[in-house]
């Protein structure tokens, strides 16, 4: 019998237990025609394994030692290109994609290394790329892209810390531009702000993506509205070989993961179809009504993206990114006065997002170009409300319910001629408004119904000079709407230039350079305000305007290690200020709110300026990471037109993320912001004693008073293990492990006595410091890879 039991137990062992040994597989292609490049090589660095692409420009990889690998793709005629930091498990292998760019005829009998930190002509500068492990792996960023993007250079955190606004060198929260797969996304938080775009929780899930890219300048002409930044989320495809999938649990939700061919005809070749979906639960809610917290968010996000290949030239991508959000409070069980604040202050909200898109990609049979063309949707359906009683919802002091639908085409053409790229292109969307305000303080009431179009046209060009030493770069584009009055096409008209030259033969030095205009419209918010008289009254407001200049040195010590400096000026003009605080809007959009619900004038200017100093380092020795400092001032004016230093204007900047891979798949890896001292606007005590619980700020000592600095630091470790079929990953970390305070501005509620009765007068006093919680928070979360 011990003899059975024995065997019965080794060969459950061998079944399920550690193997040794994992796959990878992808697919190598031209850049440029994205036709599949046979006889590739593809190997390991480091390693002795390697392998060819079939006629496909399909690889597979087998009988690889389970840890982390920089990966390296080369062609004879082409750069060679290598991947960083590629983690090799069990199960959950990313399949991977090379894109090699052909070298010039000068240099086509030879092997030449394209560089790691990617850039283009076009943005040569002010660029920063994070790739899936640096993600999945960030302290801190609970698989959180947007938290991860918060650690990029030159970017502010938010009041707190804990929201997702994307602050880039001194502007404001609502100038960046989002896409995901070139489909342009208004909305990537939960609980947005309307009229903005951050919020305390990113929703779009880590599984789907391949890299992100954060560009802060010099801006590609294809793209309208940034003010301050571009965020492209680039998506993976699905396995076209197998189905899979993963199970994520982190510190705030848990979410699940498929992926697979579909309409697989021959199983021994990958399909030409796959797919991805996702669905993620938030458990905050029951974790904070478990501890007796007063706030309830709750939250649900879906994903998914299909890809099929109609034939090598042509292929189609549908993709689809969704949310549903509530936010509500309960009374807690006993009396605490901060958690009694909380409840009555905070605004309810209910609100559904939605993004779909259809794209179609054709490449030109000649190898000399290619057509986008994709049409979407996006739907954002919000209900802001703040109540005299949070709990029971009575008594109305403000109501934002409204939605926001956006229709979209855009088209655009690439052509290669005679060593110029030239780039052409055109959107058109169908915006759609609705809105019911009711705002008890300032007497407004209104119903707002608006359609109208919105369009664009581009054109830019780009060539190289001396051996590829010069790169140029050139753009111009222009905006324009059917339902504003305060600019045309030729006022929005937007050029832009950008080259880099390289100092040094072997290009380790480089200049880089560029100078542009850029245009943003008004939001729907702005547009869609009515006065009692049911009169569009900003109707007349312009397009903000920001005009960059922009200028560094490039320094590459090694092929995986870079050392930058730039620095930067941002002329900002006919920038939306508010004519009930008199203050511009740059200083708003940060909290829980809706952005530009009132009247405003298109009078104002900004000037943001500073330095930036960057060392990055891609998977070298078992160690990478990215260290940044950050030197600028950011000031705005207002009805006065008196520039004034802004609540973002904390001068100093400094961020560090990294981590360090130690044997048996152990990792630990760190990341550490760093923020000067902000203005803030302090809270107008007798005007908020009387308008409680809506509470006012006091805008006329705006630049006066100033937070204590922001010091963050959280540490994490990751173990991997590997099984038949199956890859877990645990990971542990805390967040504030150093215990430093997270400086907020003084809170205050009514004055009650100690069984939470309201002492009459009515008195508002303190309930929190400025010091704010101080405690490091321990998480944890695992990964289930199948």
């Not at 938080?189 to 009229?195: L, P």
């Not at 899979?244 to 199983?267: I, V």
């Not at 007497?443 to 369009?455: A, S, V």
Request: aromatic share 14%; with cysteine.
């Amino acid at each position: 019998m011990r003899k059975v039991l024995t065997l019965i137990v080794f060969i459950c062992i061998k079944a399920v237990c550690a193997q040794n040994l994992g796959t990878l597989n992808g697919r190598i292609v031209d850049e440029k025609t994205q036709q599949p490049l046979q006889g590739a090589t593809i190997i390991l660095e480091g390693t002795n394994i390697g392998t060819i692409t079939d006629s496909n420009g399909y690889f597979i990889l087998n009988q690889i030692p389970f840890k982390s690998y920089n990966v390296e793709a080369s062609f004879l005629g082409y750069q060679t290109t290598k991947q960083f930091n590629v983690i090799v498990k069990s199960a959950g292998n990313i399949p991977l994609i090379f894109e090699l760019n052909e070298l010039s005829e000068d240099l086509e009998e030879v092997i030449v290394s394209s560089n790691p930190f990617k850039t283009s002509s076009e943005t040569p500068l002010s660029t920063q790329t994070f790739s899936v492990v640096e993600i999945e792996t960030y302290p801190g960023g609970n698989n959180d892209i947007t938290k991860v993007v918060q650690s990029m250079p030159g970017i502010s955190p938010s009041i707190g810390g804990f929201r997702n606004d994307i602050i880039i060198r001194g502007g404001a929260p609502n100038e960046t531009v989002y896409y995901l797969d070139g489909i342009e996304i208004p909305n990537i938080n939960h609980f947005s702000t309307q009229g903005s775009a951050g919020g305390p929780v990113g929703m779009i899930n880590v599984s789907f993506i391949r890299e992100v890219t954060l560009t802060s300048s010099a801006f590609g002409a294809e793209f309208d509205n940034p003010l301050s930044g571009v965020l492209s989320f680039q998506q993976r495809e699905g396995d076209p070989n197998r189905f899979g999938g993963n199970f994520r649990l982190g510190a705030s939700e848990a979410g699940l993961t498929l992926e697979g061919p579909l309409f697989r005809k021959n199983k021994t070749e990958p399909s030409k179809t796959t797919f991805l979906f996702s669905a993620r639960r938030s458990y905050l809610q029951f974790l904070f009504e478990l501890i007796g917290l007063p706030i309830r968010p709750d939250y649900w996000d879906y994903q998914w993206k299909v890809k099929h290949e109609l034939d090598r030239y042509n292929n189609l991508t549908f993709i689809g990114l969704g949310s549903i959000d509530n936010f509500s409070v309960k009374q807690p069980d006993q009396f605490d006065a901060e958690q009694q604040a909380t409840l009555e202050q905070v605004p309810i909200i209910e609100q559904r997002t939605t993004t779909v898109g259809l794209s179609w990609k054709k490449n030109f049979k000649n190898g000399n170009g290619f057509t986008s063309t994709s049409l979407s949707s996006n739907r954002l359906g919000n209900v802001f409300s703040r109540y005299l009683d949070n709990v029971n919802k009575t008594g109305i002091i403000f109501q934002n319910d409204s939605y926001e639908w956006e229709t979209k085409l855009r088209f655009s053409i690439t052509q290669f001629v005679n060593d110029w790229k030239w780039s052409a292109g055109f959107n058109v969307q169908n915006s759609s408004y609705k809105n019911g305000t009711s705002f008890l303080r300032e007497n407004i009431f209104y119903e707002t119904d608006l359609n109208f179009f919105k369009y664009g046209l581009f054109l830019k060009a780009g060539n190289n000079f001396f051996n590829q030493r010069l790169n140029i770069s050139l753009g111009i584009r222009t905006d324009a709407d059917t339902f504003s009055t305060g600019s045309n096409l030729i006022d929005n008209f937007s050029p832009r230039l950008s080259f880099s030259y390289s100092l040094s033969q072997d290009q380790k030095w480089k200049f880089n350079a560029s100078i542009g205009r850029y245009f943003k419209i008004p939001t729907y918010t702005m547009l869609g305000f009515q006065n009692n008289s049911s009169v569009f009254v900003n109707k007349s407001a312009q397009y903000t305007k920001s005009e960059h200049y922009v200028a560094g040195l490039e320094y590459n010590l090694t092929s995986v290690s870079r050392l930058t400096v730039e620095g930067f000026l941002k002329n900002y003009s006919q920038f939306p200020v508010s004519l009930i605080d008199g203050v511009s809007l740059a200083n708003k959009g940060g909290g829980f709110e809706v952005l530009g619900n009132e009247a405003i004038l298109s009078l104002g200017e900004g000037k943001t300026s500073g330095l930036e100093f960057l060392f990055q380092q891609k998977l070298a020795k078992n160690f990478y990471g990215i260290l940044a400092y950050t030197y600028f001032s950011s000031e705005f004016s207002g009805l006065d037109g008196i520039l004034r230093p802004s609540v973002w204007d904390s001068r100093h900047l400094i961020s560090f993320s990294g981590g360090y891979k130690l044997r048996k798949n152990w990792e630990i890896s760190a990341r550490w912001r760093y923020a000067g001292k902000n203005p803030y606007v302090p809270v107008d005590i007798n005007a908020s004693t009387i308008s409680y619980p809506e509470i006012i700020l006091d805008y006329d000592t705006l630049g006066e008073f100033r937070l204590d600095a922001f010091n963050l630091a959280d540490i994490r470790i990751d173990k991997k293990w590997n099984f038949k079929n199956l890859s877990f990953n645990l990971y542990f970390e805390v967040q504030n492990f150093l215990a430093q305070p997270n400086p907020t501005p003084t809170e205050y509620g009514l004055n009650r006595n100690l069984d939470g009765t309201v002492i009459i007068p009515k008195n508002l006093v303190p309930v929190s410091n400025q010091e704010g919680n101080s405690s490091p928070l321990p998480t944890f979360g695992f990964v289930l890879f199948f």
